[in-house]
């Protein structure tokens, strides 16, 4: 099976696990892309522990649920935002003002929206979660 962007699957796999109620997931194969979102989604507290196991073929990642993700996903394409244009991406990806997150790809590695803005940083739109 040829994967054409991990990061849809991973997020997908997850929102599909939360919706049906399960405890933990599986995602394979594992990227230090895929890593580092869950890594967030964690630091956030929208997930639980993602621990690595290596199998030889790409890594699984398992990912602990917690039951507090409404809805995930990648956003594609990867649209361009400068600093002061995540008002208008907020509106289109978040149902509220304050709830859920923007994942953004800049110069300073992955960052949610919020410290993006606060940095002063652009970069690319990665995924969405609230």
Aim: net charge positive; charged share 20%.
């Amino acid at each position: 099976m040829v994967l054409n962007d991990p990061l849809a699957n991973t997020l997908s796999t997850v929102a599909n696990a939360e919706q049906i109620g399960s405890a933990q997931c599986l995602v394979k194969p594992a990227s230090r892309f895929v890593h580092a979102v869950l890594a967030i989604l964690n630091a956030h507290h929208y997930i639980g522990d993602v621990e690595l196991t290596n199998d030889g073929r790409g890594g699984i990642l398992k990912v602990s649920l917690l039951g507090k993700i409404n809805r995930c996903g990648a956003i594609k394409p990867r649209y361009a935002v400068k600093h002061t244009d995540y008002v208008k991406f907020e509106k289109r990806w978040l149902p509220a003002q304050g709830m859920g997150l923007l994942i953004v790809s800049t110069a300073k590695g992955l960052l949610t929206h919020e410290q993006a803005k606060e940095q002063g940083l652009g970069g690319r739109l990665v995924a969405y979660v609230y």
